[in-house]
């Protein structure tokens, strides 16, 4: 059951939004505020988050700008709920990662498609990634020359090579997207929409993308435990690498690489 988070501070709108989301069959998470918002999506890790800009305490670009800084929460869908927005405000919302917008009024039908068409998008992504890592080989059955290297996930793209470059060089400290943006000269604000334009995804997805492809990889070539590779990888919090990982991948680092082990002993057998 796909998990929904919505940040909404009138009752009653929030109230309707919870009860749509159930009977379509969704696990509806309220909160009434912008820090509860942050706090319940980095104790549930919904699959899509639903915010209003005006929200008391944190309002909605203070809590994307605050998911979007955090491994854990950085590649969730966001939409935004507003009565009305400009084109400045959009770009924004856009530029610090947002997803979506919908614009009251609207339907309840609406909500729903919008939800639905961003969750096949998220998934569409992960079945494409879950393809690429299949491809990394254990020690035991790979040729090394032929092996394929997770560093290999980046498009060839040449107007972000320096991005790219800067991420595989660094992907396993604590870096993130002010980090990439010092190193290549641009503002946060503007390598967000550059990345975003070119490739559909943020400075941070392609980070974690990063890290995931390398845990696959160690997970798959060698012994390393599960906490060591957490660690090589750049994951200072060993909770966040854990609901990272199962975001991706619906199960937990060890049970993955015991699943990959029991396919290529039945390829052998």
């Known amino acids: 059951m796909k998990k ?49 800009i005006l929200i008391p305490k944190l309002d909605g670009y203070g809590v994307l700008r605050t998911l979007r800084q955090n491994p854990a929460t950085a590649i969730i869908p966001f939409v935004f709920l507003t009565a009305e927005a400009t084109q400045a405000e959009v770009r924004q919302g856009m530029n610090l990662g947002a997803d979506d917008y919908l614009i009251k009024p609207f339907t309840v039908e609406e909500v729903i498609r919008t939800i639905t068409a961003r969750l096949q998008k998220q998934e ?12 990394l080989k254990t020690p035991s059955t790979a040729n090394t020359e032929n092996s394929i290297e997770p560093h290999l996930i980046f498009p060839n793209c040449s107007q972000l090579s320096k991005v ?36 559909g995804r943020t400075v941070n997805r392609w980070i974690v993308d990063r890290r995931m492809a390398e845990v696959c990889f160690l997970l798959q070539k060698t012994e ?18 854990f609901r990272q990982f199962r975001q991706y991948h619906g199960t937990t680092p060890q049970a993955w690489r015991n699943a990959q082990r029991l396919q290529c002993s039945a390829k052998h057998n």
């Open 4 to 52: 929904i988070l919505v940040i909404e501070n009138e009752v009653e709108s929030r109230d309707i939004f919870l009860d749509s989301l159930e009977i379509k069959g969704f696990e509806a998470i309220a909160a009434e505020n912008g820090v509860v918002g942050v706090q319940k999506a980095q104790e549930y890790l919904p699959d899509l988050v639903i915010c209003d």
């Open 224 to 241: 390393q435990p599960v906490d060591a590779i957490a660690q090589a990888v750049g994951y200072q919090n060993a909770v966040h690498f």
């Open 164 to 199: 790219f470059d800067f991420i595989e060089t660094n992907f396993h400290q604590s870096i993130g997207l002010c980090d990439v943006a010092l190193a290549v000269g641009y503002s946060p604000a503007y390598l967000t929409s550059q990345v975003r334009r070119l490739t």
């Open 124 to 135: 569409i992504l992960q079945q494409w990634y879950a393809a690429q890592f299949q491809y």
